[in-house]
């Protein structure tokens, strides 16, 4: 059997499999989509955070692939014709990335609670204002996660132990140790108002692409934080900046945008109340030995003829 890898990885890749696989034959590619050799045969492709452009460059020079594994969670962008017409099974790292970005969710969180960011900017003679500061705790707040997968999971078990109240939603709602309401995967705007925190952190998917609209908006209190660690087309962003603007909600940090980069004259930079982070939230060098760990289960599996983790509904798109 034959894998193709990217180049940037072959360092961490090459010494597992020459213990793993000695017999595996690998290529590598470039960022470009270049492999480096004879690719008609290859059936199993490690994709890193190469364009896709490179990997429909790829997927042309090998036919007979089979397996694709990719290092994100979200594969709305490789949902492609070269992908999705052939048999090509396709898994991704969804899990690898979940303690970090719950952890980044804690600290937009924490640090709307507790006035971080105020408080840094106080100078010495002004310290007497930071008892006028609306200055919170989260001991029984509630926090509703809209998409209770793996991220949204790790996210409940951290607001647990700050005492919050836990709502969740997802397609098919189950009882969850760390959630005192479970809801179906539309049942999330029926108890908004009941949440101090929202965070979304479903897959973008037709049915979900901008599902939180001007209504859903509407349906939050006026106290209500929302954060979303997932794709910035799940929100609506002219209504958004309305409920930003309007003073609707209380604000918003936002590590998933409309158009990442975000340039720099849109409109959401200066709209009031809101914390723009470069989608940053699954950086931690754990998270690569996740995904790599994960590619490596899976390939023992793929090796042994058993069935994959991850693997992707290409209809249902995650």
């Known amino acids: 059997m034959k894998l193709l890898i990217p180049q940037a990885l072959a360092p961490l890749i090459e010494p597992r499999l020459s213990e793993m696989a000695p017999d595996l034959e690998v290529v ?8 480096e050799g004879d690719v008609h045969d290859v059936t199993m492709l490690l994709r890193w955070w190469t364009p896709v ?3 429909r460059r ?15 969670a979200g594969v709305e962008h490789l949902l492609i014709p070269e992908i999705l017409e052939r048999d090509i099974v396709l898994t991704n790292s969804a899990g690898a990335h979940a303690i970090p970005i719950a952890e980044f969710v804690l600290m937009y969180i924490l640090n709307h ?6 408080l840094k900017a106080l100078a010495p003679e002004e310290w007497e204002r930071s008892e006028e500061m609306p200055i919170d705790e989260l001991f029984e707040r509630t926090i509703l996660i809209i998409g209770y997968g793996n991220i949204g999971s790790e996210v409940a078990k951290r607001a647990r ?3 919050m109240r836990v709502l969740a939603s997802r397609r098919r709602p189950q009882p969850a140790a760390d959630v005192d309401l479970m809801v179906g995967e539309h049942g999330w705007r029926d108890v908004l ?3 101090d925190y929202v965070v979304i952190a479903t897959p973008l998917t037709a049915a979900t692409r901008g599902m939180f609209d001007a209504d859903a908006f509407r349906r939050m209190k006026p106290t209500a934080y929302l954060i979303n660690i ?6 609506d962003t002219d209504a958004l900046l309305e409920a930003l603007h309007s003073g609707r909600i209380a604000g918003a940090a936002l590590d998933a945008l409309p158009i990442e980069p975000l340039p720099p004259d849109h409109p959401l930079w200066k709209a009031p109340n809101v914390w723009i982070t470069p989608h940053i939230s699954y950086a931690s060098p754990r998270t690569r030995e996740r995904m790599i760990d994960l ?9 042994n003829g058993e069935p994959l983790l991850n693997v992707v509904d290409k209809e249902a798109g995650y």
Do not use: C, M
């Open 230 to 235: 997932a794709r910035g087309q799940i929100v």
């Open 113 to 118: 609670a507790k006035r971080a960011f105020d």
């Open 53 to 55: 452009s490179a990997l």
């Open 58 to 72: 790829v997927l042309a020079a090998a036919p007979n692939i089979r397996w694709i594994h990719t290092p994100s």
């Open 193 to 195: 108002l009941q949440a």
């Open 295 to 303: 590619f490596f289960e899976n390939l023992r599996r793929y090796l």
């Open 161 to 163: 132990a700050f005492g």
């Open 28 to 35: 590598r590619f470039d960022n470009t989509g270049e492999p």
